[in-house]
Nanobody, 123 residues
Framework: VQLQASGGGLVQAGGSLRVSCAVS????????MGWFRQAPGKEREFVAS????????YHSDSLKGRFTISRDNAKNTVFLQMNSLKPEDTAVYYC?????????????????WGQGTLVTVSS
């Protein structure tokens, strides 16, 4: 499984950004996709996940309402729409695959990781 994250960049506080993760190397739909983020000097934290086949989503309570995960089956791509961005959202955003369908916030459930895309929110 290969994951290619993209779409990061510099955005002003209050703005929006959508990051993407293209998935290749897997033809079935029996897995969970997750987004995590890691700010400088902090641990990697869970943002959201989605079951690929049914599209069931799970969002971090602290980010729910501002961040939304979605997928495009035809493009084999998962998105993370981020609205009302704050400087504390500055981080490298990683996508990951859990092939065992466990999902959720535990990063140990995810076996495959993309390279990350940097999101910087200026004040």
């Amino acid at each position: 499984v290969q994951l290619q994250a993209s779409g990061g960049g510099l955005v002003q506080a209050g703005g929006s950004l959508r990051v993407s993760c293209a998935v290749s190397g897997r033809t079935d739909r029996n897995y969970v996709m997750g987004w995590f983020r890691q700010a400088p000097g902090k641990e990697r934290e869970f943002v959201a996940s989605i079951t690929w086949r049914l599209g069931r989503t799970y969002h971090s309570d602290s980010l729910k309402g501002r961040f939304t995960i979605s997928r495009d089956n035809a493009k084999n791509t998962v998105f993370l729409q981020m609205n009302s961005l704050k400087p504390e959202d500055t981080a490298v955003y990683y996508c990951a695959v859990d092939p065992n369908m466990t999902g959720g916030p535990n990063l140990r459930n995810y076996d495959y990781w993309g390279q990350g895309t940097l999101v910087t929110v200026s004040s």
